[in-house]
T-cell receptor, first 111, second 113 residues
């Protein structure tokens, strides 16, 4: 299956900062994209789907750049509770639309 | 909300035992998955199932088997547990369709002694 690449981090940021993660994917035919959040020793939970026009949910903004084959997640006004690993997920159209998970980017928000 | 329930949060077994991990989802999802997650290795797909009685190997099926006799239940079986199967096991389910996300259970932290 094709690759989904993420910078593993950690990204260490102070509370209130804005932080952005990128994720690159290799299959240009991919059509659905998601960001998941995973807390330490817990299961991944869907944070948001990524739509072609970009979408926002409160402090979180996701964008898709098909030409360069990456998706991004922007977190504004970081909270301590945002500390987690963020997983980028892309469907693999060559493998029955299975979802391929990136390795995750770890975010640590400091007081 | 989708509910994916795994039978145990923590499990300790001995080398050579046959181990069953159970997963049940309540949303009539067609697709179900078993992953293991180890530090530094991310999520690795063990087996998945598109429908009742159907199963497909994932990336690391060796040492595992699965059973899907009912749509809502997907079981992972360690035929003869070994210490290198100590891991966090995650079950997930998904509606069939390219735009659908996966929903995970709480995970089972399995230790093989």
């Amino acid at each position: 299956r094709k690759e989904v690449e993420q910078d593993p981090g950690p990204f260490n940021v102070p509370e209130g900062a804005t932080v952005a993660f990128n994720c690159t994917y290799s299959n240009s035919a991919s059509q659905s994209f998601f960001w998941y959040r995973q807390d330490c020793r817990k299961e991944p939970k869907l944070l948001m789907s990524v739509y072609s026009s970009g979408n926002e949910d409160g402090r979180f903004t996701a964008q898709l750049n098909r030409a360069s084959q990456y998706i991004s997640l922007l977190i504004r006004d970081s909270k301590l509770s945002d500390s987690a690993t963020y997983l980028c997920v892309v469907n693999d159209v060559d493998a029955g639309n299975m979802l391929t998970f990136g390795g995750g980017t770890r975010l640590m928000v400091k007081p | 909300d989708v509910k994916v329930t795994q039978s145990s949060r923590y499990l300790v077994k001995r080398t050579g035992e046959k181990v069953f991990l159970e997963c049940v989802q309540d949303m009539d999802h067609e697709n179900m998955f078993w992953y293991r997650q180890d530090p530094g290795l991310g999520l690795r797909l063990i087996y998945f199932s598109y429908d009742v009685k159907m199963k497909e190997k994932g990336d690391i099926p060796e040492g595992y088997s699965v059973s899907r006799e009912k749509k809502e239940r997907f079981s992972l079986i360690l035929e003869s547990a070994s210490t290198n199967q100590t891991s966090m096991y995650l079950c997930a389910s998904r509606i069939d369709g390219r735009y659908q996300p996966q929903h995970f259970g709480d995970g089972t932290r399995l230790s093989i002694l």
